[in-house]
């Protein structure tokens, strides 16, 4: 997904167009470079890695951030040539500013998670303890019947 967004991006500039014009593809580019990141730092704390023995560290991981790292440096200096003055520092900290809210956003989505989770799970207890109150009435009125 980043070498696509990095190709359109690329692509926009040396056709001559203004570097706003690459905006989505910069934005899908930043997208692309946290999710490898994040599925790798998933894979090194999986516990089934752990309990596998598996070795985490993935070559072919490495090489992708290796080279999303050459492509980035590039696009610094094409927003450096480009751009307006002052575009590379703006970028910078848009980058920044991206990454910190797809980090909260996903940090609130698994909060999220852990919430419906707990009701589920109190549910399910508090339907099991209603079901065998139920059926502790309904043994003792039985067994006084007889």
Same mark, same amino acid.
């Given at each position: 997904?980043?070498?696509?967004?990095?190709?359109?991006? &690329?692509?926009?500039?040396?056709? #001559?167009?203004?570097? %706003?014009?690459?905006?989505? #593809?910069?934005?899908?580019?930043?997208?692309?470079?946290?999710?490898?990141?994040?599925?790798?730092? $998933?894979?090194?704390?999986?516990?089934?890695?752990?309990?596998? =023995? &598996?070795? %985490?560290?993935?070559?072919?991981?490495?090489?992708?951030?290796? $080279?999303? $790292? %050459?492509? /980035?440096?590039?696009?610094?200096? %094409?927003?450096?040539?480009?751009?307006?003055?002052?575009?590379?520092?703006?970028? @910078? &900290?848009?980058? !920044?500013? !991206?990454?910190?809210?797809?980090?909260?956003? !996903?940090?609130?989505?698994?909060?999220?998670?852990?919430?419906?989770?707990?009701?589920? @799970?109190? #549910?399910?207890?508090?339907? !099991?303890?209603? #079901?065998?109150? =139920?059926?502790? @009435?309904?043994?003792?009125?039985?067994? /006084?019947?007889?």
């Amino acid at each position: 997904m980043f070498n696509a967004a990095y190709a359109t991006v &690329k692509a926009t500039l040396s056709a #001559g167009r203004d570097i %706003t014009d690459c905006a989505k #593809g910069i934005g899908d580019m930043i997208g692309a470079q946290e999710t490898l990141r994040a599925r790798g730092e $998933k894979k090194q704390n999986s516990i089934w890695s752990a309990l596998a =023995g &598996k070795d %985490t560290n993935d070559f072919e991981e490495f090489m992708a951030l290796e $080279k999303i $790292k %050459t492509q /980035r440096a590039e696009l610094i200096q %094409t927003l450096q040539l480009y751009g307006r003055p002052g575009l590379k520092d703006d970028f @910078l &900290k848009f980058e !920044a500013d !991206a990454r910190k809210k797809r980090r909260q956003a !996903a940090q609130e989505a698994e909060d999220q998670r852990e919430n419906i989770l707990t009701w589920v @799970l109190l #549910g399910a207890v508090a339907i !099991a303890a209603l #079901g065998g109150m =139920g059926g502790l @009435l309904w043994m003792a009125l039985y067994l /006084r019947s007889l």
